[in-house]
């Protein structure tokens, strides 16, 4: 199961472009817009981190970080750059504070180093390993049937992507953006001519990996044959 994240803020847009590098990296987002959204998430949800945003409308991120009352990872994310501000962050619980303007990728490591901190998320070297199928995320390998055998590196990260969302079916423009990026300007050919190559590379004797969700695009699942 992939590790969930509250993302609150009221600027769409920012919500928009957290959502969208923490989805590429393999997290749930959840996206709220005010306090009381954010905190109906967190309530219903239960997310592993909150990333909030200082100033939300309906309640702020001071008070949803007073409301919390199970242990949480929770970092605040704001234009409020004052020592001062940051003091009572910290004073509230908050494990990191990030001020706007902010880099994404930045916000994206700072976010792992808090969820490592936390024992919530592995390193990147840990392999993902299935029936038949062992996933080397450090090397950016596999081994099939314990024999090793060769990607282009856009197949592992497609491989990858998937393997991390067991049994979950994403669509086509999807795996686009987590994979290729939403800036890409290629089209759903592309998913469909990757998946094709993996599938031959992949799928064996033994089991399937790959499989079509009509309607819907791709999903990863261990299947006997």
């Known amino acids: 199961m992939s590790i969930k994240i509250l993302v609150a803020d009221d600027e769409v847009n920012i919500c928009e472009v957290i959502q969208l590098y923490l989805e590429k990296?393999?997290?749930?987002?959840?996206?709220?817009?005010?306090?009381?959204?954010?905190?109906?998430?967190?309530?219903?949800?239960?997310?592993?981190?909150l990333l909030l945003d200082v100033m939300l409308p309906k309640m702020s991120g001071w008070d949803i970080c007073r409301t919390v009352e199970r242990q949480v990872p929770i970092i605040f994310l704001t234009a409020?750059?004052?020592?001062?501000?940051?003091?009572?962050?910290?004073?509230?619980?908050?494990?990191?504070?990030?001020?706007?303007?902010?880099?994404?990728?930045?916000?994206?490591?700072r976010v792992k180093a808090v969820l490592r901190r936390s024992g919530l998320l592995q390193t990147s070297g840990s392999t993902l390993d299935f029936p038949g199928l062992i996933i080397n995320p450090t090397t950016q390998t596999i081994e099939i049937d314990a024999q090793a055998a060769?990607?282009?590196p856009k197949e592992f990260e497609l491989l990858l992507f998937l393997a991390r969302h067991p049994k979950i079916a994403f669509s086509r423009e999807q795996l686009l953006t987590n994979v290729w990026g939403y800036d890409f300007q290629g089209?759903?050919?592309?998913?469909?001519?990757?998946?094709?190559?993996?599938?031959?590379?992949?799928?064996?004797?033994?089991y399937a990996y790959i499989h079509t969700v009509w309607g819907v695009g791709y999903k990863f699942e261990v299947n006997t044959k």
Request: proline content about 4%.
């Open 150 to 152: 060769t990607l282009t």
């Open 25 to 49: 990296e393999g997290f749930s987002v959840f996206a709220a817009h005010d306090g009381e959204q954010a905190l109906l998430i967190e309530t219903t949800k239960k997310p592993d981190l």
């Open 80 to 109: 409020k750059s004052a020592e001062s501000d940051k003091m009572t962050g910290f004073s509230l619980g908050a494990d990191d504070y990030i001020t706007k303007p902010f880099s994404p990728r930045e916000l994206v490591a």
């Open 187 to 206: 089209d759903d050919r592309t998913v469909d001519a990757t998946i094709k190559r993996l599938r031959q590379k992949v799928n064996n004797d033994h």
